[in-house]
């Protein structure tokens, strides 16, 4: 007896209700990270049959990334993550999706690539990629759904722009044995606890050095604590030592495949959902019907916040609220609705403007993509394109704002 092979090789999913393949396959995520959580919800993508797929890590393959990111082999330590996570996607899970890679800081990627991305899928591992991730989202006005773990706890969070809140919202903190190092928090203004210490110093030093700090360079760490210990002292928090803040900011958190899996599976199943919900006006329509329904009904929700705790088994769901005084999509922020626009002759010096621009403004520093510029004599055009939008900040004051660049001619 011969059976008929199914015509898609996505016939199972398929078969589910709601679910609408096309949507799928008209979708491009951005990957920002690919490591233990990234290589999974790439993996996971692929296998849905996403349309692409965009990696960004600036990282190498290191010998101790092989137990838990399973696109990575002992013949690969040493090379580009996106590349090879690229090549392993196509050959082992879908040779049929488009895959873009940049190994590049996600601070210097270029903006436009964000310009055809549907959903960002947050899996970074440090505090300034995060939030630097989360300013763009709601700038561009693009969902982000971003995950952490550390250990035995994964979190992960849904940004729709403007609906849910942002991670740099004031947010209620979970409970301390399930509290997870991405500290929502500004990287301008009055720090609330005394972790916020630690990031307005990491975020002081690579501004300042246009570096993150190396963890093996005493010299980095000693500085790093004299930053940090100087904002605890004028906020009235605890001092650091070396120690504790070498833990605190730089990066390598205990990980375990279990946990990654788990949450990249969460996140992954929230970025599917999400666009449902983004292309709802494009689904077939016996699909938007029931999706609809669902909604009406309270039967369909993506959760603002998720807390999934390998310990006890459980996973705890929150909603939260935009906080209407958060600096980078509260009412107060300049950023996405009324962002000022100067207008400049392209061919002028690039130090005289931004020395009038700050004057103007009353503020200390520029940045430009995460980096602290440096003002130089040449002239504006080399550094900056029609378009580019600087921010201006003080550490002194809680203000930050975004101006855009016109090229006059
Ligand atoms: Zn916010």
Partial sequence: MTQDLPSSKYDRQERLSLWDQHIIEDSVILIAGVGGTGSEVAKNLALLG????????????????????ML??????????????????????????????????????????????????????????????????????IPLIDSATDG?????????????????CETPQPPDETRVLTAPCTLVGVPRVREHCAWKALYEFSTVHEREPIETSPEDIIELTKLANNF???YNFGQFDEKELLQLILFHVPSLITVNAVVSGLQSQEIIKSLFLEKK???????????????????????????????TGTINTFDLVPDPSCLVCGQSNAVVDSIQIVTVDRKSKFGSILD??????????????????????????????????????????????????????
């Fill in 50 to 69: 996403i349309g692409g797929l965009i990696l960004v890590d600036v990282d190498t393959i290191e010998f101790s990334n092989l137990n838990r990111q």
């Fill in 72 to 141: 990575f082999r002992e013949e690969d330590v040493g090379k580009k993550k996106v590349e090879i996570a690229r090549k392993r996607i196509r050959e082992r899970f879908n040779p049929d999706i488009k895959i873009e890679s940049h190994s590049s800081l996600l601070q210097n990627l270029p903006q436009w690539i964000f310009y055809n991305v549907d959903i960002i899928a947050g899996c970074v591992d440090n505090f300034l990629a995060r939030q630097y991730l989360n300013a763009m989202a709601v700038e561009l006005k």
């Fill in 152 to 168: 035995y706890f994964g979190q992960i969070q849904y940004v729709k722009p403007k609906v849910t809140a942002c991670l740099a």
């Fill in 232 to 234: 605890a002292y004028k």
């Fill in 281 to 311: 006006d494009i689904m077939k329509e016996r699909e938007r019907k029931i999706l609809e329904n669902l909604l009406k009904t309270h039967r369909f929700r993506i959760p603002s916040f998720t807390i999934y705790s390998a310990l």
């Fill in 356 to 409: 009038k621009i700050r004057k103007k403004h009353k503020k200390d520093y520029v940045g430009f993509r995460g980096n602290l510029i440096i003002p130089d004599d040449g002239i504006i055009q080399k550094f900056l394109s029609d378009g580019d939008r600087i921010t201006l900040s003080s550490l002194a004051d809680d203000e930050e704002i975004r101006l855009q660049i016109k090229f006059q001619n």
